[in-house]
């Protein structure tokens, strides 16, 4: 069983490059988010999915891009880099309902440059 | 809104020692509560959790108690080891709006 699954770990980007970090879970579960994890700020809700063609937005959504086509996939697109998204960026799915946990992935190291 | 306050870190203890991080909540309706961990470059992993007012969470050697009159949950372990070194976040989560709502977290370092 794979749980969720990121992909890459570990990227460098230039200013003003584009990229998609992607997120796949095998568990079938409707609720799928994306967080970035800086230093002394625990983790920041970016954008969130609570079923195949449905998103929304969580607080720091700008210079993200999201879609959820499939139950399983997730993908986190980044428009235009800036070094202010240097950060690591975890993936994680749940069920739909308040008292069950989430899956998280091993996460993504973005650096840009 | 709903909101997590966790203590500063880091805490440090040596083996053996009594560990006690602080974590309050505010939440409308009635939130589940997490503690996720997170080992040195890993993704986070679910550590315990309650689902209502008095429930006892718990695993391994660590606990947690639903304390809904004073809106904590904090997390307690009887004697760490320096296996235990990590970071740990509180977390909520509510039926009204199913987004994780994550503390800042709290490292741990247990010395040998």
């Known amino acids: 069983n794979a749980g969720v699954t990121q992909t890459p770990k570990f990227q460098v980007l230039k200013t003003g490059q584009s990229m998609t970090l992607q997120c796949a879970q095998d568990?079938?579960?409707?609720?799928m988010s994306w967080y970035r994890q800086d230093p002394g700020m625990g983790l920041r809700l970016i954008h969130y999915s609570v079923g195949a063609g449905i998103t929304d937005q969580g607080e720091v959504p700008n210079g993200y891009n999201v879609s959820r086509s499939t139950t399983e996939d997730f993908p986190l697109r980044l428009l235009s880099a800036a070094p202010s998204q240097t950060s690591v960026y975890f993936c994680?799915?749940?069920?739909?309902?308040?008292?069950?946990?989430?899956?998280f992935g091993q996460g993504t190291r973005l650096t840009v440059v | 809104g709903n909101s997590v306050t966790q203590m500063e870190g880091p805490v440090t203890l040596s083996e053996e020692a009594f560990l006690t991080i602080n974590c309050t909540y505010t939440?409308?309706?009635?939130?589940?509560l997490f503690w996720y961990v997170q080992y040195p470059g890993e993704g986070l992993q679910l550590l315990l959790k309650?689902?209502?007012?008095?429930d006892k969470g718990s695993n391994k050697g660590f606990e947690a108690t639903y304390r809904k009159e004073t809106t904590s949950f904090h997390l307690e372990k009887g004697s760490v080891q320096v296996s235990d070194s990590a970071v740990y976040f509180c977390?909520?989560?509510?039926?009204?709006?199913?987004?994780?709502?994550f503390g800042s977290g709290t490292r741990l370092l247990v010395r040998p």
């Open positions: 994680a799915s749940s069920y739909r309902t308040g008292n069950t946990e989430a899956f």
């Open positions: 568990m079938n579960h409707e609720y």
């Open positions: 309650a689902t209502k007012a008095d």
């Open positions: 939440a409308t309706g009635y939130p589940s």
């Open positions: 977390a909520l989560r509510t039926d009204s709006s199913y987004k994780l709502i």
